[in-house]
């Protein structure tokens, strides 16, 4: 049986859109689970008010943001 694929896409000037099944686990040990076929938005600016998820704010803030997987390596 294939294991159900997690996706996390990089949008263009704004947050990582995460698709689930994931298991988010905060500072605290707080977990926020993610059911597959669901997604989240993840803040990658750094100017959300709701970490780690995003609220938008990456629009007034102005990030800039257009990286492409070959752009990097890990």
Same mark, same amino acid.
């Given at each position: 049986?294939?294991?159900?694929?997690?996706?996390?896409?990089? *949008?263009? !000037?704004?947050?990582?859109?995460?698709?689930?099944?994931?298991?988010?686990?905060?500072?605290?040990?707080?977990? /926020?689970?993610?059911?597959?076929? *669901?997604?989240?938005?993840? $803040?990658? $600016?750094? !100017?959300? *008010?709701?970490?780690? /998820? $995003?609220?938008?704010? !990456?629009?007034?803030?102005? /990030?800039?943001? $257009?990286?492409?997987?070959?752009?990097?390596?890990?």
């Amino acid at each position: 049986m294939d294991e159900p694929i997690v996706e996390i896409k990089v *949008r263009d !000037h704004g947050p990582y859109k995460v698709t689930g099944p994931v298991r988010l686990v905060d500072a605290d040990g707080g977990v /926020f689970e993610v059911p597959e076929g *669901r997604a989240i938005a993840l $803040c990658r $600016c750094g !100017h959300s *008010r709701t970490k780690p /998820f $995003c609220d938008a704010s !990456h629009k007034a803030a102005g /990030f800039d943001d $257009c990286v492409r997987a070959g752009d990097r390596r890990p």
